[in-house]
């Protein structure tokens, strides 16, 4: 029988219903199921785009490096780009735009690759019952 200071909520979170009494007070752990769902969630989709705008930041450092840290040479750079991207037909428009899309990605993932220890370890940092040893 519940509390009286039980809400609906911990109501459900309670699965131990079972007749068994090798189950008895033995409740599958559904809030902490949840919470730790919730914060490796979390931590994924904060590794997911670190590395997608780090990989977005390559191309300005490079654009700066090339015009040797000077505003004014990465912005002459980043003009010629554009009239000269303007001024060409539309194949190679597209050749240049799959070019960018192939060399994005495969930032991002040499990105993620480099990174993805660090995370795995920090999230077996955050859940040490989950190791064994």
């Given at each position: 029988m519940p509390d009286k200071t039980d809400t609906l909520f911990d109501q459900y979170l309670s699965l131990g219903t079972s007749k068994d009494q090798r189950c008895k007070?033995?409740?599958f752990p559904l809030k902490q199921f949840f919470q730790n769902t919730c914060h490796i969630m979390l931590e994924v989709s904060l590794?997911?785009?670190s590395s997608?705008?780090?990989a977005l930041g390559l191309p300005l450092c490079f654009f700066l490096l090339l015009s040797g840290w000077d505003l004014l040479g990465l912005f002459t750079h980043?003009?010629?780009l554009s009239v000269r991207?303007?001024?060409a037909d539309g194949m190679r428009?597209?050749?240049f735009?799959?070019?960018l899309k192939?060399?994005?990605f495969g930032s991002t993932a040499l990105i993620a690759a480099l990174r993805i220890p660090r995370f795995i370890a920090r999230i077996t940092d955050d859940f040490p019952e989950g190791r064994e040893g």
């Open positions: 007070g033995t409740s590794f997911t785009m997608v705008l780090m980043l003009d010629n991207y303007l001024q428009r597209l050749a735009s799959s070019d192939i060399i994005f």
